[in-house]
């Protein structure tokens, strides 16, 4: 039963429509597969609409965080949220927030990059998106590379859009306690995505994942391509230790990374306990 609980479609910074996502997961031989754009459920609908038959699909999202990161600074952490109500009113207005403050950080930096001579035009960037979209790094990135400027999304990180770069632009998220909070008062549960990814910037130590734990965190995603082997295992004995959920997700988004769907999965048991967990949204059965 492959389960793969961490995709992105084009209604935040993938590049397959939610419909499309479903198609690629039945091609990648999922069973389910859950959708968590960046701090929006919009693609819930159409993505529902056209789950395959015999496939299941959890509707979730990916939550942006601040959090302390155990060492007397802060960070930023990813939060997996699954089978919560849209509509519960403290999250929509958060994740509506979020989404204003994702569009304007694009915006303020393909306006620094098209100062210094980049081939990028914000009006074009932003005209690109659709509406109410969270816009993110990856839609610059494209802009990048449709100039000739880089040949990859990655270059792009790599070269201009890091975190340490002098066109990076800072955003305020939403503590990770407070986002726990929300998402369990909407019925939900979370995981706390790609939480040792050292490459892409500082990370919690394992007393803040164990703080979050007992805040009512619910699981950390293990099985990454952003892990590698000694990572995972020592994530798997901190999760043991704290009696969280493993999860196993490829982080899939369409043609602006290589990874593919079903590169990492979810063991059934783990997906069993989460929905046993969740009691916000159902999980969709085609």
Known sequence: ???????????????????????????????????????TSAGWAEASAAVPAGMRLIPGAELSCESPDGLGGTCTVHLLAYLFDPESPALKAEQSRLRAERRLRLRRMAERMAADGFPVDPDDVMDRLPADSPGGRPHLAQALMRGGAVRSVDEAFAKYLGTGSSYHVPRTDTPVGTAIDMIADAGGVTVLAHPFARRRGPIVTASVIADLADRGLSGVEVDHPDHDEPTRQQLRALAADLSLLV????????????????????????????????????????
């Open 1 to 39: 039963m492959p389960i793969d609980l961490h995709a992105h479609t084009a209604c935040s910074d993938g590049t397959d429509s939610p419909a499309e996502l479903m198609a690629a997961a039945a091609a990648a031989g999922l069973d389910v597969v859950a959708i968590t754009d960046h701090d």
């Open 247 to 286: 999860t196993g997700s490829s982080d899939y988004h369409g043609t602006n990374k290589t990874v593919r769907l079903g590169q990492e999965t979810t063991a059934p048991e783990m997906l069993d306990a989460l929905v046993d967990k969740a009691s916000g949204a159902p999980v969709v059965v085609g």
